[in-house]
């Protein structure tokens, strides 16, 4: 089998993109994703994506993990794959798109800055040491006193893997704080099983749970990651918080 694919990256979280309108890719096939992913013997990223047609949306996105299974949303995979779109002529400078996790609406700016709506989140759980949210995909977020220093892999399997979060686990962010309205982060991303570059579901939810915990009063925030930096910016309701990264 001969597949054009292009490879994309979004601070250093990088993608196998796949232009699958004609649906000829085989979707069932995880050990052909997993090799895609795979970064020795592979093409190598942190997942692989679908762009394919939509019967009422300018497209549709259906994400991988570099284990091969199908996963929840990927923030940065969405921009990059607007970018895509973009690139393949499906969109000019907005975007309205279905992902596992229902719609999306996205624009590209003049400079081909790439600003993408995540899903409303209704439910923040705060605990003494850490917060939980889902933002299209689920997050553990944690202060931490030395980012720079910590084993991010062992730490992050060992909650990722423990009795909080089950058989499905949770991606997990561990923050250092920078100032009033900027933070460092460094994430552990289930489905990768290590750390990646920078996570877009991820700083989104650090940036809400910093600021339910009173950590910030600003509703733009900064964030560094690994591979560069990202901002997110939210609006807060009464019952849900609408976020653009």
Known sequence: M???????QGTGNDFVMIDNRLDIFPKNNTKLIAFLCDRKFGIGADGLILLENH???????????????ESSMCGNGGRCLVAFAKQLNVIQDKAEFEAIDGYHFATISSEDIVSLQMKDVLTIDVRENYTFLNTGSPHHVELVEDLVNLDIKAVGSKIRYSNLYGKEGSNVNFVKQIDSDKFAVRTYERGVEDETLSCGTGVTAVAIAMYRTHK???NKIQLKVEGGHLEVAFNEKMVSLRMFF
């Open 216 to 218: 910030t009063k600003a």
């Open 2 to 8: 001969n597949l054009t694919f292009y490879k994309y």
């Open 55 to 69: 019967e009422k949306y300018n497209f549709k996105m259906v994400y991988y993990n570099s284990d091969g299974n």
